[in-house]
């Protein structure tokens, strides 16, 4: 069973930090694709970012390119996702996605990511002015 724990989200200032942890288990292949999606109240979830696990290909929204950045430390088998430069707009709750589907790379590719199938439980970003 794939079950994905997130961290790290909370309260910051505009201009802050924060960095967001997921831990993936029970995937099964090495090649992968791992995500951050976000929604914010009334609005439609929203892919941040997203990663081919094992290869490193990346994707990034408008809307946070050279703000964050998202990474995987194979060792601690751990995704990753630094925020900076953080604005109220960013205020949402954030969740990780994985997918193993292998067509979820060309998704990646052409920034038009596919529908992942595992999802975390979400963790809050508040950003105030």
């Known amino acids: 069973q794939v079950r994905l724990v997130e961290s790290g989200g909370g309260s910051v200032q505009a201009g802050g930090s924060l960095r967001l942890s997921c831990e993936p288990s029970?995937?099964?292949?090495?090649?992968?694709?791992m995500a951050w999606y976000r929604q914010a109240p009334g609005q439609e979830r929203e892919g941040v970012a997203a990663?081919?696990?094992?290869?490193?290909?990346?994707y990034y929204a408008d809307s946070v390119k050279g703000r964050f950045t998202i990474s995987e430390d194979t060792a601690k088998n751990t995704l990753y996702l630094q925020m900076n430069s953080l604005k109220p707009e960013d205020t949402a709750m954030y969740y990780c996605?994985?997918?193993?589907?292998?067509?979820?790379?060309?998704?990646?590719?052409?920034?038009?990511?596919?529908?992942?199938?595992?999802w975390g439980q979400g963790t809050q970003v508040t950003v105030s002015s």
């Open positions: 996605a994985a997918e193993e589907n292998q067509y979820c790379y060309n998704g990646i590719r052409s920034g038009k990511l596919m529908t992942y199938n595992y």
């Open positions: 029970g995937l099964t292949y090495s090649n992968y694709c």
């Open positions: 990663i081919y696990i094992g290869e490193g290909t990346t």
